[in-house]
């Protein structure tokens, strides 16, 4: 099922209906409900209620004497919270009403459920349906399409995940102006001419049709880097006519981060478009402890009536590709090893990628982690069958060759040619990511992947990210309250993204809930030992329906597509 979104008005009426996703009669559940027929007598239609109501439960579901902490930031207080038919149909003292199912949750807190607003799911969705290392974490809500990627045809590609079964949490997806772009130009580092200009603009305009929440970029990655800020903004202008947002990996998140919010501002401002910065931190070890710079940058265009937004994970490594460090003008056009033919170029290419690398890693090759590589080059045979874990200071040290700025361009090089890696880049300040976690206008979002468990070594956020807000910075550091933690995994989310009736607990909302224990959820994931799920979070529900149920996975499939506003219906 697909449901069409619209910003700051609820997906449907606040009544009764037969089930978040089904028109059969049947509740989640599975059990025929009885329903009162229309009859022509007013005798008839009052026996047949009171026959109704003396067979029907009030509630499919009770979840009984939690603390609940409705998303909204106030503080919790003790309630029962009764679900009917896929919604919350009542929060208070519910002991002496009905149920088909009484689930004793005393002690612990019941929440949204959580909305991770950039993952990267799509890819393994198809493979693992149940997407267990998110909804072991509370995540009710993927949001793909991140970073400029996403597919072109999004109708098929939803019809296609709905033919397939389904998902256990909800789906939603933005357009990538990356995909578009590379449709239409390749990876050509040049401006796109009035008619190519069109053609990326009809394609934000289908995809918005489609369901797409907004416009994403990775401008950071080819071919997005190529892109001028006006290029974008135009593209936004068409996401902005359907209600839709601009959420970006921004150009720049090491020296020139301060000047990549500016030009996402600008963005926001020119477009007349919502912003999102997504996954925000602050590169370059000389600019650790400056996030309060980018915090006021964000206040000062939010009091120019610009509406600027960002999310975050709680962690101080990213991940993604080895050859992310490459210089992109040497990618441009796929020609990267024809480039490094000519012996210039090659020491050209060498110099950037030790400015990088001084730059963001201050020349450590044991900040970055290699997460998986796919080998399958013509140097393939010079690489040992399992590298994941390892990092480029080990892989030199193996070799008997010492870790310098040109020993490890050549290693980078060396794996690129070979297939390539993806990587886990330790490059960040602890204090400045409570800073931001601090900050008024942020969200929490992973950005981490959907992944087969005990498979290559993944960065921990995919596994940890929603525990580990709640247990180490909530609960243990005291950087952020409980309240307002659940505030930014739940209803900041969905207000960001059009989820009308999501994000809050209160009568008429979908009944997407998560219920963890506040003295005991934290996440196990490390960087070392990756797969490991996290602890504290026994019942997560879709729609009413259990996806986890006493820390374990169901295999339920309740979870719904849900389109953004300018969805054609």
Request: some cysteine.
């Amino acid at each position: 099922m697909t449901v069409g979104l619209e910003p700051h008005r609820p997906l449907f009426p606040l009544v009764k209906t037969t089930g978040p996703d089904r028109d059969d009669g049947r509740s989640p559940t599975g059990r025929v409900r009885t329903r009162p027929r229309r009859a022509r007598a007013a005798v008839t239609l009052l026996v047949t209620a009171v026959a109704s109501s003396a067979c029907a439960p009030d509630f499919d579901l009770v979840l009984a004497g939690g603390t609940v902490i409705d998303g909204t930031g106030a503080e919790g207080f003790v309630a029962d919270v009764g679900v009917l038919d896929g919604r919350i149909a009542a929060v208070g003292d519910l002991a002496g009403r009905s149920a088909t199912e009484r689930v004793d949750v005393t002690g612990h807190v019941v929440a949204p459920g959580f909305i991770d607003p950039h993952t990267h799911s799509r890819g393994t969705i198809f493979e693992i349906p149940t997407a267990d290392n998110f909804v072991l974490q509370g995540v009710t809500t993927l949001v793909e399409g991140n970073d400029g990627g996403s597919p072109l045809d999004l109708a098929h590609w939803y019809d296609s995940l709905t033919a397939s079964g389904g998902t256990a949490p909800n789906f939603a997806m933005f357009v990538g102006h990356g995909t578009i772009r590379e449709e239409v130009l390749g990876e050509d580092d040049r401006a796109p001419d009035d008619e190519e200009l069109a053609a990326m603009k009809a394609f934000v305009e289908r995809a918005m049709e489609e369901g797409a929440l907004g416009l994403s970029t990775g401008l950071f990655y080819l071919p997005g880097s190529f892109a001028t800020t006006e290029e974008v903004i135009e593209l936004s202008r068409v996401a902005a006519s359907y209600g839709g947002i601009y959420i970006s990996h921004m150009r720049n998140e090491g020296d020139g981060v301060f000047e990549s919010v500016r030009e996402t501002i600008r963005i926001g401002r020119e477009a007349g478009i919502p912003v999102q910065m997504t996954h925000h931190k602050i590169g370059a070890w000389r600019n650790f402890g400056r996030a309060a710079e980018s915090v006021a940058l964000i206040e000062d265009a939010r009091a120019e009536g610009i509406d600027v937004t960002f999310d975050q994970y709680p962690y101080t490594a990213s991940s993604t590709g080895l050859s992310s460090i490459i210089p992109r003008w040497a990618q441009e056009g796929g020609r990267l090893e024809e480039r490094l033919t000519d012996p210039a170029t090659r020491v050209r290419v060498v110099d950037d990628i030790e400015a990088f690398f001084e730059m963001r890693f201050a020349s450590d090759p044991s900040k970055i982690q290699l997460v998986s590589c796919r080998f399958e080059g013509p140097g393939a045979s010079a690489f040992p069958s399992e590298m994941a874990g390892l990092t480029l200071l080990d892989v030199l040290a193996a070799r008997d060759v010492d870790g310098t700025p040109a020993a490890v361009a050549d290693l980078i090089l060396e794996i690129d040619a070979a297939g390539g890696c993806s990587a886990i880049f330790h490059a960040f300040d602890e204090g400045d990511v409570r800073l931001l976690m601090a900050a008024e206008h942020g969200m929490i979002g992973s950005d981490g992947s959907l992944v087969h468990f005990g498979v290559a070594s993944p960065h921990p956020r995919g596994y940890g990210t929603y525990p580990r807000v709640l247990g180490h910075y909530a609960r243990d550091l005291g950087a952020i309250s409980l309240p307002e933690a659940v505030r930014r995994m739940t209803s900041a989310p969905a207000d960001r993204l059009g989820f009308a009736d999501r994000g809050r607990i209160e009568p008429g909302n979908v009944a997407d809930l998560t219920v963890f224990d506040p003295a005991t959820v934290i996440d196990r994931a490390t960087f070392e030992n990756p797969h490991q799920h996290p602890v504290g979070i026994p019942h997560v529900f879709v729609g009413g329906v259990a996806i986890v149920r006493d820390g374990a996975v169901t295999g339920a499939r309740p979870g719904v597509v849900l389109r953004g506003p300018g969805t054609v219906r």
